[in-house]
């Protein structure tokens, strides 16, 4: 048997074996001898008459075609171990030439594609420095007052922002009421943002009492398709007039709270502190990491197989599937809360598997070119902490995860702490 490849655009190519000698002959016997037993012929026991005349009533043709389907997996494994090539979608066969004395098995394959790295060190990205200021301390010390706030009501005045107003309410389109728009003491913080765009706006400066019309337009995006985009009158009567009255921020507050090792007014902006500089470093770390990943595929040179962003795709649209379902949702459900089109989503999400597919290749690039290399002390380790993590037996850990894949991910987090680490010098 002999082979050659050729690569085509988009990381496809051809990989083309011609089949001859030994190996095709001793194909063609086994599957003569298969097709055999079904040959039913008067006056011999099904698949025991002599072979010239099973022969007669077995089409050359088929056996043909069955030898080459029988080879055609082997014929691909050798062809792929002798061109080095990493297949990432199956391929498909054509059978160029079938006769007697050979076979010619073309597959088209969809290969890794090469990647040609530009900067990925030394980049001009610095992650940016974690501040927090006492006008955030004090403004978590204000939410804090507002959690415990009591109501009270306003027995002068108008509703303004920040107060509740006790409301009854319609809606109308087009003079006629529609279904789930109406409400009765229903209290309504203004300045929330909980109901249609511009109606709390509309409701400040109106008394105990006042009934009023107020216009709006639904959302393109509401989640009834009927109300989506189109105006609508509100007919409002403002009950009661409710007002904030802030505690006051001192230790019995804290205490009220309930945050363990947080007593008095000091100990809560110190643990306020700690916390927003650790969801900032976060968020900072988040955002370098993803300014560098965005830059090395930006100098990076990498044309990526409609296979590879398909199989991303298709696995992120289970995955998501999957969380939908533990909150007892469908994707068609979702779909239709959000007026989206299942295509839409997949649509969306194939921009990511797009982007994720890139960095992937990227960083495997880069992990080649500096001959990152993951020992099995590392493997143990990252296993180990996986089974901390969960909570389950180390043993049980390795059943389920494989050695190559923890290999593979180490890999990856390797190379991006040396993008990091040689950034913003």
Same mark, same amino acid.
């Given at each position: 048997?002999?082979?050659?490849?050729?690569?085509?655009?988009?990381?496809?190519?051809?990989?083309?074996?011609?089949?001859?000698?030994?190996?095709?002959?001793?194909?063609?016997?086994?599957? %003569?001898?298969?097709?055999?037993?079904?040959?039913?012929?008067?006056? %011999?026991?099904?698949?025991?008459?002599?072979?010239?005349?099973?022969?007669?009533?077995?089409?050359?043709?088929?056996?043909?075609?069955?030898?080459?389907?029988?080879?055609?997996?082997?014929? @691909?494994?050798?062809?792929?171990?002798?061109?080095?090539?990493?297949?990432?979608?199956?391929?498909?066969?054509?059978?160029?030439? @079938?006769?007697?004395?050979?076979?010619?098995?073309?597959?088209?394959?969809?290969?890794?594609?090469?990647?040609?790295?530009?900067?990925?060190? $030394?980049?001009?990205?610095?992650?940016?420095?974690?501040?927090?200021?006492?006008?955030?301390?004090?403004?978590?010390?204000?939410?804090?007052?507002?959690?415990?706030?009591?109501?009270?009501?306003?027995?002068? #005045?108008?509703?303004?922002?920040?107060?509740?107003?006790?409301?009854?309410?319609?809606?109308?389109?087009? #003079?006629?009421? %529609?279904? #789930?728009?109406?409400?009765?003491?229903?209290?309504?913080?203004?300045?929330?943002?909980?109901?249609?765009?511009?109606?709390?706006?509309?409701?400040?400066?109106?008394?105990?009492?006042?009934?009023?019309?107020?216009?709006?337009?639904?959302?393109?995006?509401?989640?009834?398709?009927?109300?989506?985009? /189109?105006?609508?009158?509100?007919?409002?009567?403002?009950?009661?007039?409710?007002?904030?009255? @802030?505690?006051?921020?001192?230790?019995?507050?804290?205490?009220?709270?309930?945050?363990?090792?947080?007593?008095?007014?000091?100990?809560?902006?110190?643990?306020?502190?700690?916390?927003?500089?650790?969801?900032?470093?976060?968020?900072?770390?988040?955002? %370098?990491?993803?300014?560098?990943?965005?830059?090395?595929?930006?100098?990076?040179?990498?044309?990526?197989?409609?296979?590879?962003?398909?199989?991303?795709?298709?696995?992120?649209?289970?995955?998501?599937? /999957?969380?939908?379902?533990? /909150?007892?949702?469908?994707?068609?459900?979702?779909?239709?809360?959000?007026?989206?089109?299942?295509?839409?989503?997949?649509?969306?999400?194939?921009?990511?598997?797009?982007?994720?597919? $890139?960095?992937?290749?990227?960083?495997?690039?880069?992990?080649?070119?500096?001959?990152?290399?993951?020992?099995?002390?590392?493997?143990?380790?990252?296993?180990?902490?996986?089974?901390?993590?969960?909570?389950?037996?180390?043993?049980?850990?390795? /059943?389920?995860?494989? $050695?190559?894949?923890?290999?593979?991910?180490?890999?990856?987090?390797?190379?991006?702490?040396?993008?990091?680490?040689?950034? #913003?010098?």
């Amino acid at each position: 048997m002999s082979s050659k490849w050729e690569l085509k655009e988009k990381s496809t190519g051809e990989l083309t074996a011609v089949v001859d000698g030994d190996l095709w002959k001793d194909a063609q016997k086994k599957a %003569f001898n298969k097709l055999k037993r079904n040959i039913n012929i008067p006056g %011999f026991r099904k698949g025991q008459a002599p072979a010239a005349l099973i022969k007669k009533q077995v089409p050359v043709q088929n056996i043909l075609m069955d030898a080459a389907e029988e080879l055609a997996n082997q014929v @691909l494994l050798e062809g792929v171990e002798e061109h080095n090539l990493w297949l990432v979608a199956r391929p498909t066969l054509s059978i160029d030439e @079938l006769n007697e004395e050979q076979a010619i098995l073309k597959f088209i394959c969809v290969v890794k594609p090469e990647v040609k790295l530009g900067e990925y060190k $030394n980049l001009p990205i610095k992650k940016k420095t974690t501040r927090v200021t006492q006008k955030e301390i004090d403004a978590e010390v204000e939410r804090l007052q507002e959690r415990y706030a009591d109501l009270e009501l306003k027995e002068e #005045g108008s509703v303004e922002n920040g107060d509740t107003a006790v409301i009854d309410f319609e809606g109308f389109k087009d #003079g006629v009421a %529609f279904d #789930g728009g109406k409400g009765e003491d229903y209290p309504l913080e203004i300045g929330s943002g909980s109901f249609i765009p511009g109606f709390e706006e509309q409701l400040i400066g109106m008394n105990k009492g006042e009934t009023k019309d107020i216009d709006v337009t639904f959302p393109e995006n509401y989640g009834a398709s009927d109300l989506a985009g /189109q105006p609508a009158v509100f007919k409002v009567t403002v009950k009661d007039i409710k007002t904030k009255v @802030l505690p006051e921020a001192n230790d019995d507050l804290v205490k009220e709270a309930k945050i363990k090792d947080v007593e008095t007014l000091e100990d809560y902006r110190t643990y306020m502190k700690k916390t927003i500089s650790d969801r900032k470093e976060e968020e900072n770390e988040e955002n %370098f990491t993803n300014e560098l990943l965005t830059k090395i595929v930006e100098n990076a040179e990498v044309e990526i197989p409609d296979a590879m962003i398909d199989s991303e795709t298709d696995q992120m649209v289970n995955e998501f599937k /999957q969380r939908l379902s533990a /909150q007892g949702f469908t994707l068609e459900q979702f779909a239709a809360v959000t007026g989206q089109t299942e295509d839409v989503i997949r649509g969306e999400m194939r921009k990511d598997a797009e982007k994720k597919v $890139n960095v992937r290749l990227v960083l495997e690039a880069i992990a080649e070119a500096e001959k990152i290399e993951v020992s099995d002390e590392d493997i143990e380790a990252e296993l180990q902490e996986i089974a901390n993590q969960f909570g389950r037996p180390l043993e049980q850990v390795k /059943q389920l995860i494989s $050695n190559d894949a923890v290999s593979y991910d180490l890999r990856q987090r390797k190379a991006l702490e040396l993008i990091k680490e040689t950034a #913003g010098k």
